[in-house]
């Protein structure tokens, strides 16, 4: 009798399923080597996870074949066993492009075409144990990986719950190893002696690493033994309040941190509450009254300014003044600037609105580097000597002291913006983003809404300025630069639109992260592009989108939904 044979516990014929296998593998492989040819693994490599055990580049090689593994596993019309063979065979084809890169930079030297094909790379690439024997550990280490990645792709969520937090725990203790031992080397007794015992002069030790993993592992499971034996008759929980909760957590953390982890924390925090001082102020011009701003960086680079001018002590100064007095003045000068930016741009929308209004922020730029403007504004050289605040006779110098003033400036334009989006101005900008001209007709008053929206955006970012006058002494030029402004846009995006708390929390992704990651170099902005493809892919709404920005991008998929007569899904509420 003729015809293709099935082999028992597989539903589907098992070239189709070794094919898919494989071209996941290639896919897989082609991205490591591109990495690898780039020098992005070689970077990775110097930092080790694990001292003498595993680096960061060889842990994101076998990511990357675990990936393969658990991709090609995810098959529902094969077996458990035949899964688990797939894994390994995908994460073996993952490890052959590298495999076959290795060989060609011991015969060939590739280093006039890509400077990152080097012998350091091929010792990485062989273990430093020669060609051959290396590159047989290299496909089997894929292999490996790949047959890890498909196991865990097939356990109970209570596995996944304890490795995959375990796993996350051991990277980030031993990439910011140098961090956390300086936070703990602060304290005596028994935090010193946990981080000797959790790390050597060189970054995390094994032994660190298997505690830390356990600790976490177990942490992970209680929290889902927890959520388990939660009775079933138990009242629902209000997922809003639930999310409250834990956005109150995290921020009380982030507010106690910098009094702990000392004054490089407190510096990243008061950076990233600068860029919600400003996310803010752009929400309201974009994610409310759907403004499109690109020359926002010329309010911040105002409120700078004008705090120097009023409280620096060299010739430049125009005015003596404390910086508690000179605060208020920075602020009402930027609402003046908004608003004066508002009006050659009253009638116009869309793109051509974002074209206008990056051109008016370089008009700032040009205007603070002229000669012209030089005797006042000191121009390339800029302003110096800026006091630091005080209060009475104690002087807020530190980062610390000043990440709790950004703090509490932070504190009081998210409550003016949260009363702002509630109130009646907030719902005509809301009416004006939507349609201009029905809100026209509907009696709101364009031209008002719109300079109100440029003037109090403004004065957000009005006050971040005068904050980062004080925290660098100086202000230049080269500090205002449009990145500033992107980097704002950015932020709300990733956060989501309309939503404070998504700027937050954007603020802390895209800011504070990256900050973090100050010593990758440039590769730290590939990583940053990485993650902004991705959001956008798998979470156009933004991480903590507002319930309207939520119920507009799904408005489609209700849509399409109705039309096949089944309900759409709800959106959940925050």
Not at 29 to 37: E, I, N, R
Not at 446 to 460: D, E, N
Request: glycine share 12%.
């Amino acid at each position: 009798m003729s015809g293709v044979h099935t082999p028992p516990g597989l539903a589907a014929p098992i070239h189709p399923i070794l094919r898919r296998a494989v071209l996941t593998g290639l896919a897989f492989g082609a991205g490591a080597v591109h990495l690898t040819v780039v020098g992005v693994v070689l970077m990775l490599h110097q930092r080790w996870i694990v001292v003498g055990t595993l680096s960061l580049g060889e842990a994101t090689l076998l990511a990357i074949a675990a990936g393969a593994g658990a991709m090609a596993a995810a098959n529902a019309g094969t077996a458990a066993g035949a899964r688990i063979m797939l894994g390994l065979l995908a994460g073996a084809v993952a490890a052959a492009p590298l495999a076959a890169l290795a060989v060609l930079i011991d015969l060939v030297s590739l280093r006039a075409i890509f400077i990152a094909l080097s012998p350091d790379l091929l010792a990485m690439l062989t273990l430093g144990l020669g060609p051959a024997t290396g590159i047989a550990l290299l496909i089997a280490g894929g292999a490996g990986a790949g047959l890890l990645g498909a196991a865990l792709q097939q356990s109970p969520r209570a596995v996944i719950r304890a490795v995959l937090p375990g796993a996350t725990a051991v990277v980030v203790a031993g990439v910011f190893q140098e961090l956390i031992q300086l936070m703990l080397q602060q304290y005596e007794g028994v935090v010193n002696d946990v981080r000797a015992f959790l790390y050597s002069w060189e970054g995390l030790n094994p032994a660190g690493a298997i505690t830390i993993f356990a600790v976490t592992a177990l942490l992970g499971e209680a929290v889902g033994l927890r959520r388990r034996r939660r009775p079933a008759h138990a009242p629902p929980r209000d997922p809003r309040r639930a999310r409250m909760m834990r956005a109150g957590i995290a921020l009380l953390v982030l507010a106690v941190l910098p009094a702990f982890a000392g004054s490089y924390i407190g510096q990243v925090l008061m950076l990233v509450g600068l860029y919600i001082l400003m996310g803010m102020g752009l929400n309201l011009e974009i994610g409310l009254a759907g403004l499109l701003d690109l020359g926002f960086v010329a309010f911040f680079a105002v409120g700078a300014y004008t705090t120097a001018l009023l409280t620096t002590e060299s010739a430049h100064a125009l005015l003596h003044l404390s910086y508690w007095l000179a605060m208020p003045v920075a602020v009402l000068l930027s609402i003046l600037v908004g608003v004066l930016f508002g009006l050659p741009v009253l009638g116009v929308r869309g793109d051509y609105l974002a074209v206008a209004t990056l051109g008016l922020g370089e008009i700032v730029r040009v205007i603070v580097q002229s000669d012209f403007a030089a005797p006042l504004l000191g121009g390339a050289q800029g302003i110096l000597e800026i006091p630091k605040p005080r209060i009475g006779p104690y002087v807020l110098g530190s980062p610390v002291a000043l990440f709790y003033v950004t703090l509490a400036a932070a504190g009081v334009a998210a409550f003016v913006a949260w009363r702002l989006e509630n109130s009646r101005l907030g719902r005509a900008w809301m009416a004006l983003r939507d349609d201009e001209d029905v809100a026209q007709a509907l009696g709101i008053n364009l031209i008002q809404c719109k300079l109100l929206a440029y003037g109090l955006g403004a004065a957000f970012a009005g006050l971040a300025g005068s904050i980062f006058a004080t925290m660098l002494t100086s202000v230049y030029p080269s500090s205002f630069q449009l990145l500033i402004s992107i980097n704002v846009l950015a932020l709300i995006i990733v956060g989501g639109m309309g939503s404070l708390p998504g700027v937050v929390l954007g603020a802390v992704a895209l800011i504070g992260l990256p900050e973090l990651l100050r010593e990758f170099g440039e590769y730290r902005y590939l990583f940053y592009g990485a993650v902004l493809i991705v959001m956008m892919r798998l979470r156009p709404e933004g991480l903590w989108p507002s319930d309207v920005r939520q119920r507009e991008l799904h408005a489609r998929d209700e849509t399409l939904a109705l039309d096949a007569g089944s309900d759409p899904l709800p959106v959940q509420p925050r």
